[in-house]
Every structure is written in structure tokens, then in C-alpha cells.
């Protein structure tokens, strides 16, 4: 099995979710299938069979994410430090064709979410800064076309 990197806060939101999921979901569909039970005929009944629906989701998520949890390699961020980046990393590049700076932290695949300004290890703009300079220029092959970056600031916080 392999171990997946995440940063605390990526750990602590999949524990956030696992714990809502068992505690508040679970019971909630338990007792919506008991209702639609109630109904009668079971063969067609909707609800009944839109619970069990969800039953199965639910339960196949807190699967997932009892798995990613056991086989998580928290990182702590704040105690990383160089001049390469590397996971966890806050990276603030310039887009060589409009001089547009951004700014992307480098996080486990569960915790992604590009709107926040997190990149997971695994994507091709990731995989391009892995082990880069302050001053290197990248080439990303986006599904967009080919993009340019050079690397302003390397961070760890």
C-alpha cells in the first residue's frame, strides 16, 4: 500500500468529513429508510429505494476515506524549508506571455482545489516545479497549449 502525502489541513478536512459522514449522515439515512419502509410495498417504493441509494454512497465514501486517512503521510509544512521546490511548497510564478503572477501551494491529490490555490502533486504544473529554482523557467503543457512560467518566490508555510 502506498503512503499518500497530504499537509494537516488536508489530514484534518478528510477526518472533518469521515466524522460527519459516520455521525450525521449514517443516522439520518438509517432513519429515512425506516420511514420509507413504513410505507408498505417495498418493490415500488421510491424513497425506499432512493435511501438505500444514498446508504450505499455514503458508506462507499467513508470506505474511501477511511482508507486515505490509514494510509496518509501527514507533512508538516511549517518545518520544510530550501531553495527547491518540493511538496508543500507555496510557489508564486509569472505567466511569461501576460506577466500575471500566481500563486499555487503544492498538496496532496485529496486536498487539490485550484479556485484556493492548491495544486495537486500529481498535476502536470506540479510535476514541471518538482525540484526548481527560484529564477528556472517551466514549460507546462496545459490542455489549453503549452504555458511558460518562471519561478519568483519559493515558500514553506
Given at each position: ?31 429515512a ?12 417504493n ?14 462507499g ?52 482545489d ?21 529564477g ?22
Open positions: 500500500m502506498d503512503k499518500i502525502p497530504m499537509t494537516a489541513g488536508g489530514y484534518a478536512a478528510l477526518e472533518a468529513e469521515l466524522k460527519r459522514r459516520q455521525q450525521e449522515e449514517r443516522p439520518r439515512i438509517i432513519q429508510i425506516a420511514e420509507a419502509r413504513s410505507h408498505g410495498d417495498l418493490s415500488e421510491a424513497e425506499y429505494h432512493a435511501a438505500k441509494e444514498n446508504q450505499s454512497l455514503n458508506e465514501r467513508i470506505a474511501e476515506l477511511e482508507d486515505k486517512l490509514s494510509r496518509a503521510e501527514v507533512i508538516d509544512v511549517s518545518k520544510l524549508s530550501g531553495n527547491t521546490v518540493k511538496f508543500g511548497a507555496t510557489v508564486t510564478l509569472m505567466d511569461e506571455d501576460t506577466e500575471e503572477e500566481k500563486k499555487y501551494q503544492i498538496v496532496g491529490e485529496s486536498e487539490a485550484v479556485k484556493l490555490g492548491k495544486v495537486s502533486i500529481t498535476s502536470p504544473i506540479a510535476r514541471a516545479l518538482i525540484s526548481k529554482k527560484v528556472d523557467t517551466v514549460e507546462v503543457n496545459t490542455p489549453g497549449g503549452g504555458k511558460s512560467y518562471e519561478i519568483l518566490k519559493i515558500a514553506f508555510h
